[in-house]
């Protein structure tokens, strides 16, 4: 069971990482694919089969590419149909965003991935990272009402972004949950919580798997890393 000093997210990009975050009991998850270009949307036999499987908070990432967060007219659509199908298959809360080719905020489509979730909880991902106005988009997104932000503060790794996330924090105030996200592993999360006031931490502890060689490579496996998941856990301040 986890200190309640802060909630772990804990990104699962696979069914037996489902399984394993069930097992130990974590608060929350946010079920994804290919974590290798930041995770994409899982498909709907993930999001079903894990809604059976984990008891905790699930969120669904809603992302149809790798790449930027500026979509075309049928990418959108495709999103639409995404979020339609996590909403209905049971997600606690969604995770998406969409920027202009400015990096500014696709008000548009965000209004109407708003108006399809039917009330279930947004986080606006890293695509918040991803803009060159960030206190900008940042009132624009407490207007709309979006109830997380998941950030690096502007950095790879949440550790280097403390100051950016304190800030931003500091900005909303308790109109926006903020989720600290970036290579965060179990001896950053007292400096992040301390520092910034943010106690909702999103990691995904992952470690490559062994495999037999074959003459044809499709891609190396990977899976949660069970004692850094401990480690995680274990942590109390």
Known sequence: M????????LCCADIHSVQTAECYAVPAIELCTDLSCGGLSPSLGLIRQSRKLFSG?????????????CYTPLEQEVMLDELAAARDEGADFLVLGCLLKDGDLDRTFMERLIERSNGIPLTFHRAFDFSPQPELLLDR?????????????????????????????AISGKRMEWVAAGSIDHTQVQQIVSSTGIRRIHCALRRKTKQAVQPIQLGSPDEIDNASLKAMLDVKF
């Open 57 to 69: 908070e699930m969120g669904v990432l809603i992302r149809p590419r790798k790449g930027n967060f």
């Open 141 to 169: 997104l407490m207007d709309m009402q979006i109830d997380r932000i998941l950030s690096g503060g502007g950095c790879s790794r949440a550790v280097d972004g403390i100051e950016n996330l304190n800030t931003w924090r």
């Open 2 to 9: 986890q200190s309640a000093s802060f909630t772990l997210e």
